[in-house]
């Protein structure tokens, strides 16, 4: 069973970013977490970061369909 909560580090090995990246998005409001404990240690709801993850394929999706690949012409 995996634990309900994560830790910054344990949400930047899910993404395959740095753990300031995590902390980043978390201070910024991008990603939700929650500050527990006397040391106010930051914690990611594993539910909340897979809504993330399918919140950014969408957008990627998106902002493909509003980009699309050009082919450029053989010089």
């Known amino acids: 069973m995996q634990p309900r909560f994560l830790q910054l580090s344990d949400v930047a090995a899910e993404l395959n970013v740095s753990d300031s990246q995590v902390?980043?998005?978390?201070?910024?409001g991008e990603l939700p977490a929650i500050k527990i404990g006397g040391r106010g240690q930051w914690r990611v709801e594993r539910a909340r970061l897979e809504e993330y993850i399918q919140q950014k394929y969408a957008e990627t999706a998106e902002w493909v369909q509003e980009n699309p690949l050009v082919d450029r012409e053989p010089d």
């Open 23 to 28: 902390y980043h998005m978390v201070r910024s």
